[in-house]
């Protein structure tokens, strides 16, 4: 699960075809590496110590080669090769030479001296390479004043730790062994099965060989670890044994792991159940990351996370439990789909991260259903249209030109819109036909790669569907945009249709062609006399209709029922007003889907301001929480792009504190005995917004309470921060901060290197980022590139402070006057943020011609900057185009 963002170019026929280049000896391979040479088998061992700067390690990798060659090429990266052997098919053994042919890609030759023979040779290399200072390959964190080494291979990074193949095709059993300061502790993919002395202060500990695997996800780690005892998750129709299962975490933590530990085995109980497979591999641990670049990392054997999402106790903060279960069954699901049966080429990520984001919603649904992973689904899907209306959107099936692509791939276009789309086809099929077609694919692949047309063939098979189905779920898969569905009743024959008309949605100001055709499964509810009915067509041209038997007369239409389909609509003003009086009769997913349409209307331009708040005002009568709050984004962006006057700015406080208000009262702001995490999260979603975004002083002042007590200095010299709920420490600090100014600034920067508790730490950073003094803005913003925040925790404060013209001016004046030294903190794994973390916000031409002009001499700074800046620039033209076109004065009316 990278969630965030990894030169050379094919081109155009290798790029489309996913094919690779031929190269010469002396011609670097742009892309994949030639597929006449393929790797067999790794040993990999390594020498480290987390104390120091660098690691040295001996990789010998047996190759196929199917054509005589006097040279290979492979991936490193800032390793220093002493020595390179080659082992030819006779045995013979002779030394070879390691040339540096593309050090800003990490693709290296090996030139072997002499031509050798097709067969399988072996390479030998021994080599030193520094301990990672950016969070990827083999590199360095501390806690606690302690220092360890672990592992971030995907996507392009295990080149940075050992010379491989390192590309997911190329799977392969591992051999690994470490060895590392007999007072430390190692873990890696596979049980351990021997420990030997290595000398005065060292041993050697040997791993199992591990099923085959890609490069990206081999993973280990060396520092003073916390292991909790093994438990065992209980055999059952797929697995024989029982699954070894346990926590690691850096010293003294590992008793904050009990609760994912409990949660476990539901979730891999689940996944083997859907999948009709066993968990594939030896053991799983769970690892709680000091510091990472991405959330989580789904290593076969060995899962990775952010620490906050497993260190929990009973006072830890709701959106940190349940997001550990979500972000959990999601890794955990990436055991099948992406580690057992992994994609063939980046272009096919999506096989990877879409299928683990819908199937964990479908585990959490079955295991925690009071978590509302339907709503997810939907929250999440609408969160990708946001970008996936952008011109410059990626594709979900993106052909890979450089590096960049493969970098920028872990998005939300891949994630959320890619579970979007394969959950809109399950409900075409049906979710057992669906199944079905799974477990098929992955019996068919396990332990192997595949391909798009593996799995859409696959499903197409288990539902007897041919052609049209395939070419139906590849326009989804293959171009970019959301569909935009526009509908009209009409009576024909005596009949009530709904007439579809289907264009890429395209918001004001898109520069974009809107004529685009998808197989789109469109879904109507509507209204009859007793109720409501749903029918569903299969829109594949550009206009299509829908026959909606027994129609009340007249009647209703909710163009996208259930919300399962990943497309936006729009209605005339008739079909408007008559869905406005039924939306309380709308299930929760689809009154989601109602909120969309209605912010998607605005942005093309189609309703006022004051329109938007008037439609989404019957929503804020819900009990579910994910829809009584669907209407903040719209009414907050209306606030500050639209409000010009103090009685426009006025009239949306009041309409945002009739709103809401009551509810957060009546929640207070303590948990109480026994409540709900929805009430929990709900409170922190109410008291922020009231707080920090539209500053009611009676919120205000509840949580400067809070973020007093917690700035107050106990007997030991620390801050108390524990007195304030900790769901809201983020949020009343912030309000102390906005309030006291710089006495609470330094006193929680002080504190933040003292503190080693995540969910604390990021209760400080929260409040940091509420500044808004300028000064005391850059000094945050100073503190941001220094050691005592982690590179991971960087982006939490320099995202903040943008809500105003002035508040931006003075971010990107800060930025280009610091740039140098973001990019050296997170330039080999960000390259695709940086754009957006100096000119996110932005909503003017002269912003958006500001950051094109600054980046346009340093696209080369780091791998997937053109991307995020295309993005960037037209989000920021977007911005402006729907700003300029807005009348305040409908706001009063």
Known sequence: MRRHIRPLLFTALAASCGMAFAAGADQAPKGRLPSWAVPQSYQIAFKVDPAQADFSGTTTIKVKLAKASDHVWLDGAELKVSKVTVTDAAGKTHDAKYVEADPKAGVVRVDFGSTLQPGEIALRFEYTAPLNAQLQGLYKVSAKGQPYAMTQMEPISARFAFPSFDEPGFKTPFDISITLPDNQVAVANTQQVSEKPAGQGWKTVTFAPTLPLPTYLVAFGVGPWDITPTAEIS??????????????????????????????????????????????????????????????????????????????????????????????????????????????WWNDIWLNEAFATW????????????????????????????????????????????????????????????????????????????????????????????????????????????????????????????????????????????????????????????QRIWGVPVCVRYGTADGSKVACEMLDKATGSVTLADASKPTWVMPNANAAGYYRFSLDKSELAALVKQVAKLSDTEQLAYADAIGASFQHGDLDAGQVLAALQPLTTSKTPQVFTAPLNEASWIYHHVAKTDAQRARITDWVKAAYLPKLESLGYQRKPGESEDDSLLRSTLAGELALDYKLPAVRAALLQQGEAAL??????????????????????????????????????????????????????????????????????????????????????????????????????????????????????????????????????????????????????????????????????????????????????
């Not at 899907?381 to 692509?405: F, H, Y």
């Not at 171009?479 to 009530?496: A, E, I």
């Open 235 to 344: 055999p059952n129709a797929y697995r024989s044994k029982p699954l070894p299962l346990r926590g690691i975490a850096a010293a003294g933590e590992a008793h904050r792991m009990s609760h994912v530990i409990s949660e476990t085995p539901s979730i891999v109980h689940a996944l083997e159940n859907y999948y009709g497979f066993g968990y594939p591999w030896d053991k799983l641990d769970v690892l709680a990351a000091p510091d990472f670049s991405a959330g989580a990392m789904e290593n076969a054997g060995l899962v990775t996370f952010r620490d906050w999402l497993l260190l929990l106790d009973k006072d830890s903060p709701a959106r940190n439990v349940r997001g550990s279960f979500n972000v959990t069954a999601h890794e955990l699901a990436h055991q099948w789909t992406g580690d057992a049966v992994t994609l063939a």
């Open 359 to 514: 199937m964990q919603e479908k585990v959490t649904e079955e295991v925690h259903p009071e978590y509302r992973a339907d709503l997810d689904r939907v929250r999440g899907a609408q969160g990708a249209m946001a970008n996936d209306s952008l011109v410059s959107a990626r594709k979900i099936r993106q052909p890979i030109t450089g590096n960049g692509d493969i970098e920028t791939a872990f998005d939300g276009i891949t994630y959320q819109k890619g579970a979007s789309v394969i959950g809109m086809f399950e409900n075409y099929v049906g979710e057992q036909t669906f199944q079905k077609g799974m477990r098929a694919y992955i019996q068919a692949h396990k332990f192997g790669n595949a391909e798009a047309d593996d799995l859409v063939g696959a499903i197409a098979t288990a539902a007897g569907k041919g052609d049209a189905f395939k070419h139906a779920f590849k326009s989804f898969l293959d171009q970019s945009g959301v569909p935009y569905v526009q509908t009209k009743l009409v009576q024909k024959d005596g009949k009530t249709v709904l007439e579809l008309k289907q264009s890429r949605y395209l918001p004001l100001g898109s520069r974009g062609d809107s």
């Open 712 to 893: 107050k200095k106990k007997a030991d010299g620390r801050l108390d921060l524990t007195a304030a709920n900790p769901d809201l420490l983020g949020d009343a600090l912030g309000v102390a901060v906005q309030t006291q100014g710089k006495p609470a600034v330094d006193a929680l920067i002080a504190e933040l290197p003292q503190t080693s508790d995540p969910a604390l730490r990021n209760g400080i950073l929260g409040g940091l980022a509420g500044v808004e003094d300028p000064a005391l803005t850059e000094q945050v913003r100073d503190f941001a590139l220094s050691k005592p925040v982690k590179v991971g925790e960087m982006a939490s404060l320099l995202r903040a402070g943008r809500d105003t013209e002035a508040q931006r001016n003075a971010m990107w004046t800060w930025f280009t006057g610091h740039y140098p030294q973001i990019l050296k903190r997170t330039g080999s794994f960000a390259g695709g943020y940086l754009p957006m973390l100096a000119a996110g916000g932005s909503c003017s031409t002269a912003e958006a011609q500001r950051v094109q002009a600054f980046f346009k001499s340093r696209m080369d700074d780091a791998a997937g900057i053109a991307r995020g800046l295309a993005q960037t620039t037209e989000s920021i033209e977007l911005c402006s185009a729907l700003q300029a076109k807005q009348d305040p004065a409908s706001i009063l009316r």
